[in-house]
């Protein structure tokens, strides 16, 4: 991992008390936080308040055709939950300060664990995350997302000891699906005593939750998952994204004479970075014990990252999920500046859809929200890109170092 020099410190310092007093200064000008926080902004924390209505409802695989597990119902159902909540939104009223504190307590767990992670010189990069975008917005949303980032991080510090690893992976696999790509890595070392246990545990978690919860029908968010995904709202998902293809899809929408070189762009895009994560996966397995035990996290980072670029719904806080793996990330300064753009707020608006008025659900006041389309949801899908193509040249140059 490259250490920082006293400049870089300096200038991660100042980019987070930049984007800090843009946020708050934004918040007391305006009355709502802005972009690339949501844009519904009578909607904060309700990813977690409108699971927490589901979880006593037994529509929640049919009627609101939820995609979360039985477990995520099953930890949200630990929260108070008063019987006179008619709806999510009461129950936000009554449970906020609840979710405050384990906001609170998920980050200084979190903070503990991900300093392990860094070295000691370079653990001024703890400011830039957890003042980023990417974790800002995952609080303000309430997703679950908060507590996965935790479990991962266990999980993956400690990876030699089996069930640990497998417990907490499992548990991470149980509130996000798409984690179960990660056993890929454990497969190219042929550990596979932890993929084994670590599904087991998966599926143990998610029965026993669903026995809890007394749902018969939770297997049923596979399919709502699939259903959730064909059905694509282009600029919701690309109004915080890593992804591309979705302010690519809606340029093509408006623009369809351009429909067929958007199409091949796609292609074109995805065919790469499977790729390259083809050559490093490759190289990783034909090198040494001893490089493969080095360079894991390599693997994990990209892997995750080409989940980010590939799957058109996967919302910007998912990159707080590459934060236990940041040491194969910063390799040079480009690749730390790199970075640091990407935690940023970098909206500069230049194309307004429309505006609404609603409530400001933090200021309690009736807003003017214009939908833009802006820098950031290009900029910021460019240089993701960008850094996973420099991340993977610099893996495959790597020498096959020998113990």
Excluded at 52 to 76: H, K, M, N
Excluded at 153 to 180: E, G, H, T, V
Excluded at 242 to 267: M, R
Excluded at 325 to 349: A, D, K, Q, T, W
Aim: proline letters at 3%; hydrophobic letters at 55%; one cysteine or more.
């Amino acid at each position: 991992m490259y250490q920082l020099r006293n400049s870089d410190n300096f200038i991660i310092f100042i980019a987070a008390f930049c984007s800090l007093t843009y946020i708050l200064v934004s918040l007391e000008s305006n009355g709502y936080l802005p972009a690339p926080f949501f844009y519904d902004k009578f909607d904060t924390f309700m990813d977690f308040f409108n699971v927490q209505y589901w979880t006593y409802d037994e529509g929640r695989y049919t009627e609101w055709q939820s995609i979360y597990t039985p477990f995520s119902f099953w930890i949200v159902s630990i929260f108070p939950y008063s019987e006179s909540g008619s709806g999510s939104l009461i129950l936000r009223d009554e449970g906020f300060f609840f979710l405050m504190g384990l906001h609170v307590i998920t980050t200084i767990l979190t903070l503990y664990f991900q300093s392990k992670a860094l070295i000691r010189s370079n653990k001024i990069i703890l400011i830039m995350l957890f003042l980023s975008m990417p974790f800002l917005f995952t609080l303000e949303r309430g997703n679950l997302l908060f507590i996965t980032l935790l479990v991962l991080l266990i999980s993956s510090l400690n990876y030699k000891k089996l069930w640990i690893f497998s417990i907490f992976m499992a548990m991470a696999i149980s509130l996000k699906i798409y984690l179960i790509a990660l056993l890929f890595i454990p497969l190219l070392n042929l550990h596979f005593s932890r993929i084994i246990l670590t599904l087991l545990l998966a599926v143990f978690i998610n029965i026993i939750s669903a026995n809890l919860l007394g749902e018969s029908n939770w297997w049923l968010f596979m399919s709502n998952i699939l259903e959730f995904s064909s059905n694509p709202k282009h600029y919701e998902w690309s109004y915080f994204t890593y992804s591309y293809q979705n302010i690519l899809l809606a340029f093509t929408e408006l623009n369809p004479k351009y429909k067929d070189i958007g199409a091949w762009s796609n292609i074109l895009t995805i065919l790469t970075t499977f790729i390259f994560f083809l050559f490093v996966s490759t190289k990783y397995l034909l090198s040494s014990p001893f490089f493969r035990e080095e360079n894991r996290n390599t693997l994990f980072l990209l892997l995750i990252m080409l989940i980010m670029i590939v799957v058109k719904n996967a919302g910007g806080y998912v990159f707080i999920l590459l934060f236990p793996f940041l040491s194969s990330v910063i390799f040079n300064r480009i690749s730390l500046y790199i970075l640091l753009l990407l935690l940023l707020p970098i909206e500069i608006p230049f194309m307004t859809l429309d505006t609404i008025t609603m409530e400001s659900f933090i200021s309690g006041q009736q807003v003017e929200i214009s939908r833009d389309v802006t820098s950031g949801m290009i900029i910021r899908p460019l240089l993701f890109l960008i850094l996973y193509y420099m991340i993977s040249i610099n893996f495959l140059y790597k020498k096959r170092v020998h113990a």
